[in-house]
């Protein structure tokens, strides 16, 4: 056999639940239903119940696709802001700069595990604000 046995009766279960348009076609912008139900009852499984909505879930092509889509919609301007931390993964800063936006850095605190810290994120907002950042 070219293929085990699950993996043929998991394309069967995508084929059917992807209806008349196949894989060939375009799906649903927030990507297609199936796969959407699929990632909730993994979070769900993952997160100890707590539920999750496939209307919530919006697949994308992977994090960089994700960050530069979400950014594009947040920056109109010059003077949009975006919260990053400090350290951070360089896609943030480099796609809020070819934006056009400004980064309002945080540090995330390395003595607790690099969690975050309520007053330096206030800190942040503030001098963001007092910088003339929207």
């Not at 085990?4 to 912008?29: N, V």
């Not at 979070?43 to 697949?59: K, Q, T």
């Not at 934006?99 to 810290?117: A, C, I, P």
């Amino acid at each position: 056999k070219l293929f085990p046995a699950d993996a043929i009766a998991r394309a069967r279960q995508i084929k059917e639940a992807l209806g008349t348009s196949g894989t060939g076609a375009y799906s649903h912008s927030q990507g297609a239903r199936c796969f959407r139900n699929d990632i909730c009852r993994f979070m769900e499984a993952r997160d100890g119940g707590a539920p999750a909505d496939p209307e919530s879930i919006f697949m994308t092509n992977g994090a960089s696709s994700a960050i530069n889509m979400i950014l594009t919609a947040l920056i109109s301007n010059e003077k949009c802001g975006v919260m990053v931390p400090i350290p951070q993964y360089p896609i943030y800063s480099a796609t809020i700069e070819l934006l056009g936006g400004r980064r309002v850095g945080y540090y995330l605190d390395e003595e607790h595990n690099w969690d975050l810290n309520m007053e330096e994120l206030e800190r942040a907002l503030q001098q963001a604000r007092d910088e003339g950042t929207i």
